[in-house]
């Protein structure tokens, strides 16, 4: 085993403009600049809701990995499952907040993980626990999800969705990347399975 595999990793739900610079490097190996929100936005949607955002330190306390998990208003929702806007237009107002025992439309964006660290299993993982754990602070309020959607860009993005999220594939964008997306039941009842794994 290498080093790095070992390294102690660490689910983190708070940020600063710091981590999300950290964060936006991260995408500019992904996306092109056009896809990309810019840290102060999404510093912006955050501080409106403040789980919008799952993210892994490193033992450097350097953001490695995040997902940016945005409940949107409907209209947007279907914006970006038509192909007709992609992330980097959602602004502020679009963010929705949470209110205890309403729905969402929720869209899992910027899956993202730092090149050194692509192929780690620990850190998708524990991205995925940190999600985990988002999602059942919602439903412990009684919080439904409509539909889940999730933007690809890579092909570890895409068997991420299809693989592990068990989502179906939409459409191709007009961004080079691949639109996922299921019903938010058969999403939640995925997230009860990984929980028992």
Not at 79 to 105: F, G, L, R
Request: with cysteine; proline share 1%; net charge negative.
């Amino acid at each position: 085993m290498n080093g790095e595999s070992m390294e102690e990793l660490k689910i983190e739900y708070k940020f600063d403009l710091k981590d999300f610079k950290m964060m936006e490097n991260i995408e500019h190996c992904y996306f092109p600049n056009e896809n990309i929100t810019s840290a102060e936005e999404v510093l912006n949607w955050y501080r409106k809701n403040n789980l919008t955002c799952i993210g892994l330190r490193n033992s450097n306390n350097e953001i490695i990995a995040f997902v940016n998990i945005l409940p949107l208003n409907k209209e947007v929702f279907y914006d970006i499952y038509e192909d007709k806007i992609n992330e980097a237009d959602v602004v502020y107002s679009q963010i929705k907040e949470y209110e205890d025992n309403k729905s969402y439309y929720i869209y899992l964006s910027s899956i993202s993980i730092d090149k050194r660290y692509r192929n780690n299993y620990r850190v998708i993982t524990n991205l995925l626990k940190g999600c985990i754990n988002i999602l059942d602070l919602l439903f412990e309020r009684n919080i439904k999800i409509e539909k889940v959607m999730a933007d690809a860009s890579t092909i570890h993005g895409e068997k991420i969705c299809k693989k592990l999220l068990k989502m179906d594939y939409i459409r191709n964008t007009s961004h080079e990347s691949k639109i996922y997306c299921e019903d938010g039941e058969k999403f939640t009842k995925v997230i009860e399975k990984m929980k028992r794994v």
